[in-house]
Nanobody
């Protein structure tokens, strides 16, 4: 049974930091592209960062220099370190897996067959 379980969401003030975690199980984690998406109230879900099985990363322009995605293949864990948080970062954050490919090709949601239920990040000014 495939599971992706996010944790680490919280309410913080602008300029604060958080680290999100995602625990994966039930599939070949090390051979999967992993990604973080987020959805703010009233907005479409958007890709934030992804990381290939070999560790290659990409980021949305809005988070470059502030967010860092990483993975531990031995522990089947995905992380998103967020610093200098802004109110516009407020959203539900989801981790997702493209189990078909260890290399990431963007944030096309149908490519990501496995999703977690999300963890809420709220940033107040």
């Amino acid at each position: 049974q495939v599971q992706l379980v996010e944790s680490g969401g919280d309410s913080v003030h602008s300029g604060g930091s958080l680290t999100l975690s995602c625990a994966a199980s039930g599939y070949d984690y090390s051979d999967s592209c992993m990604a973080w998406f987020r959805q703010a109230p009233g907005k479409e879900r958007e890709g934030v960062a992804n990381i290939a099985g070999d560790g290659y990363t990409t980021y949305a322009d809005s988070v470059k220099g502030r967010f860092t995605v990483s993975r531990d293949n031995a522990k089947k864990m995905l992380y998103l370190q967020m610093i200098n948080l802004k109110p516009e970062d407020t959203a539900m954050y989801y981790c997702a897996a493209d189990w078909r490919d260890r290399y990431c090709s963007g944030y096309y949601e149908p490519d990501y067959g496995y999703w977690g239920r999300g963890t809420q990040v709220t940033v107040s000014s």
